[in-house]
Antibody, heavy 122, light 110 residues
Framework: EAQLVESGGGLVQPGGSLRLSCIAS????????MTWVRQAPGKGLEWVSL????????HYADSVKGRFTISRDDSKNAIYLQMNSLRAEDTALYYC???????????????WGLGTQVTVSS | QSALTQPPSASGSPGQSVTISCTGT?????????VSWYQHHPGKAPKVIIF???KRPSGVPDRFSGSKSGKTASLTVSGLQADDEADYYC??????????FGTGTKVTVL
């Protein structure tokens, strides 16, 4: 069964850092763009970041640009999200998903994981 | 990037149809064919049910259909079933390597 499993979430103080991981099993992420999407409590989905199939291009929402860094390790079928300078408004459930294409554009995210919770609070 | 506008809620009885609108701008929905719809049962992984405006992934019933006119995309769920009760989000490529999601619609099966 194709699945993505996120991990690395937790409680962190404002200004702190976290590194999220997403491991794919039963499905290859190789040559597919991979993305992070988050959902704040009681809110809708918000696109966060995407990395191209070979990792050569990365894209970010304005709200996280300069603070978050997406990366991938295809030898581990994994993608990561390094989150620095965290703010209260970054509190959310963070999902990873695979895109159908190699780079941005296609907006066909499937499958998704169950998410990992990030809480930024003092 | 502002979120696409969806009605907060929609409802219908089993067997009926419900249509959800998704309004964007000429920079996203109105320009690109890369509009998708995602079904999200809380606590579960979201699932794509429509991509490229009106295409269904394999395994998605033909009760789900998508369309677009100008800056507004629509999702129609026909023959409502209990399991269709979920949150639905539209999404569009928005240019400059960015994406935007809709505000979300909670569908209730009465």
């Amino acid at each position: 069964e194709a699945q993505l499993v996120e991990s690395g979430g937790g409680l962190v103080q404002p200004g702190g850092s976290l590194r999220l991981s997403c491991i794919a099993s039963g499905v290859s992420s190789k040559n597919h763009a991979m993305t992070w999407v988050r959902q704040a409590p009681g809110k809708g989905l918000e696109w966060v970041s995407l990395i191209s199939g070979g990792g050569e291009r990365t894209h970010y929402a304005d709200s996280v640009k300069g603070r978050f860094t997406i990366s991938r390790d295809d030898s581990k079928n994994a993608i990561y999200l390094q989150m620095n300078s965290l703010r209260a408004e970054d509190t959310a459930l963070y999902y990873c998903a695979r895109d159908s294409g190699y780079d941005s554009l296609y907006n066909n995210f499937d499958p998704w994981g169950l998410g990992t919770q990030v809480t930024v609070s003092s | 990037q502002s979120a696409l506008t969806q009605p907060p809620s929609a409802s219908g009885s089993p067997g009926q149809s419900v249509t959800i609108s998704c309004t964007g701008t000429t920079n996203d929905v109105g320009f690109y064919k890369y509009v998708s719809w995602y079904q999200h049962h809380p606590g579960k992984a979201p699932k794509v049910i429509i991509f490229e405006v009106d295409k269904r992934p394999s395994g998605v019933p033909d009760r789900f259909s998508g369309s677009k006119s100008g800056k507004t995309a629509s999702l129609t769920v026909s023959g409502l079933q209990a399991d269709d009760e979920a949150d639905y989000y539209c999404s569009s490529y928005a240019g400059n390597n960015k994406y935007v999601f809709g505000t979300g619609t909670k569908v209730t099966v009465l």
